[in-house]
């Protein structure tokens, strides 16, 4: 079974600031892990994704996370924070299951908002 | 990247009736979907797994006779709330994963808001 746990249902940081919402999952198999953003009454964006490879991975609008297997985190970070920032963020897991369409588990969200 | 429309945006009906909410992958086939649904300020609870050509499966606690779903085809998968009540009222959202990526990322439809009087 796989879980996801999203520290913090809100985050309020200053704008200019660096932006951490944290992570944590756990998975039998090796994971696949997402970072989705969601505006006000939209679906889902995403932001990035960790499958194979290199461990900080980029995604956009100047965000990265770092997968952690040690730690079990997928932390999410971006050095300057804007005003557009602002929504309401997921993580989400699925197991690395070749070939088939695997069922996401998402985290219960963040909340970030960006003050002047 | 790959696009999921869905149809209606908004939707408000009355009490008893019931309503077809279509999910639609644009640019590619998707012979799995996934229907979600979002309480206000919460996370995404997977409903369902539509699959083009068979049943779909439900998650535990999901009426089947409540919510029913029809993969028509590889592009079009729909999720009726047969007689509706005002406690399911929420946000219905769909995801398909593109062919190529199976278990890894989805695309999400903008969802449907429905209100229930």
């Known amino acids: 079974a796989q879980s996801v746990t999203q520290l913090g249902s809100h985050v309020s940081v200053s704008e200019g600031a660096l932006v951490l919402l944290r992570c944590n999952y756990s998975s039998s198999v090796p994971p696949y892990l997402f970072w989705y953003v969601q505006y006000p009454n939209q679906g889902l964006q995403l932001l990035l994704k960790?499958?194979?490879?290199?461990?900080l991975v980029k995604g956009i609008n100047g965000f990265e996370a770092e997968f952690k297997k040690s730690e079990t985190s997928f932390h999410l970070t971006k050095p300057s924070a804007h005003m557009s920032d602002a929504a309401e963020y997921f993580c989400?897991?699925?197991?690395?299951?070749?070939?088939?369409?695997?069922?996401?588990?998402f985290g219960t969200g963040t909340r970030l908002q960006v003050t002047l | 990247g790959a696009v999921v429309s869905q149809h209606p945006s908004r939707v408000i009906c009355k009490s008893g009736t019931s309503v077809k909410i279509e999910c639609r992958s644009l640019?590619?086939?998707?012979?799995?979907m996934f229907w979600y649904r979002q309480f206000p300020k919460k996370s995404l609870m997977l409903m369902a797994t539509?699959?083009?050509?068979?049943?779909?499966?439900?998650e535990q606690g999901v009426e089947k006779d409540k919510f029913l779903i029809n993969h028509a085809s590889l592009t079009l998968s729909t999720l009726t709330v047969t007689s509706a009540h005002p406690e399911d009222s929420s946000f219905y959202i769909c995801?398909?994963?593109?062919?190529?990526?199976?278990?890894?990322?989805?695309?999400f439809g903008p969802g449907t808001r429905l209100t229930v009087l």
């Open positions: 989400a897991v699925t197991e690395a299951a070749a070939g088939t369409a695997s069922k996401l588990t």
């Open positions: 539509s699959n083009e050509g068979s049943k779909a499966t439900y």
């Open positions: 960790y499958t194979t490879g290199a461990t």
């Open positions: 640019d590619f086939q998707a012979t799995t």
């Open positions: 995801s398909a994963p593109p062919p190529g990526l199976a278990g890894r990322e989805q695309f």
